[in-house]
DNA sequence: TAGGCCATCTGGTCCT
DNA sequence: AGGACCAGATGGCCTA
């Protein structure tokens, strides 16, 4: 664990009423001029230099905007975005434990390793299919969706044969497991 | 070593 | 006004 450096660039400035601020044009691989990010005391979790662009999200690049600067002072500034630092965290944090508990869940092939973010939801998607066709078939309807072969599903493009391979195993074990569900639930309900 | 995945920082925008 | 949300950027770790 490196401590916190507290000299970023905005700790440095002077409390000025307006600044100009030069909107995509800053620089991309200016890691020299940034040092390290706070520290992750609170979570133990490892941490990154500073990452972020300031051209990034929605701002309009290229342009040169003139924008009035809050009166506070650059250590308030400094506080607030560490501040704000921990909140994204702990954001990040919860939604990465939705995604846990999705993937405890859906039913898939137990592998070393984890389901990926998008993988789990992939699994979810192709999972809720399944159960809306189960409940279609009882009902007498047509199914509503049909699981294509992964080659010729545009809307998943999976890097490796083993992964197809094993969506479409997870497809099946899918509908293997609906099956008997819903046996399950013929008989249970005579 | 390249590529995938991820955590984190960051600043803009939206919402309350 | 302040927090939540979002997306871009970056570097670390891991695997093929």
Redesign the pocket.
């Known amino acids: 664990m490196r401590s916190l450096e507290l000299s ?3 700790q440095e400035e002077e409390d000025v009423e307006v600044e100009d ?1 030069e ?1 995509g044009k800053h ?5 020299d001029d ?1 040092t390290e ?4 005391e609170a ?1 133990g ?16 690049s290229g342009t040169t905007t003139r ?1 009035r600067k ?1 009166c506070i002072s650059a250590r308030e500034r400094n506080l ?14 919860s939604l ?1 434990d939705a ?1 846990e508990q999705l993937r405890e869940v859906i039913p898939h092939i137990k592998m ?9 939801l992939t699994l979810a998607k192709n999972y809720i299919m399944a159960l809306t066709n189960v409940i279609c078939e009882m009902r007498g309807e047509e199914k509503h969706y049909t699981f294509q072969d992964v080659e010729d599903d545009s809307t998943v493009e999976l ?2 044969t083993e992964d197809n391979t094993r969506e479409q195993n997870n497809n099946s074990m899918f509908q293997q497991n609906l099956e008997n569900h819903q046996e399950n639930a013929m008989v249970n309900s005579r």
């Not at 620089?27 to 890691?31: E, S, T, W």
């Not at 990010?37 to 992750?40: G, Q, V």
């Not at 979790?45 to 309009?60: L, T, V």
């Not at 607030?80 to 944090?93: A, F, P, T, V, Y």
């Open positions: 970023t660039p905005w601020i909107l620089n991309m691989n200016g890691r940034l990010s706070s520290s992750d979570t979790r490892k941490r990154r230099k500073h990452g972020g662009s300031a051209s990034s999200g929605s701002a309009s924008r809050s607030r975005r560490l501040e704000s630092n921990e909140r994204e965290r702990m954001r990040m944090h990465n995604f070393e390793r984890k389901l990926s973010k998008i993988e789990t890097e490796t």
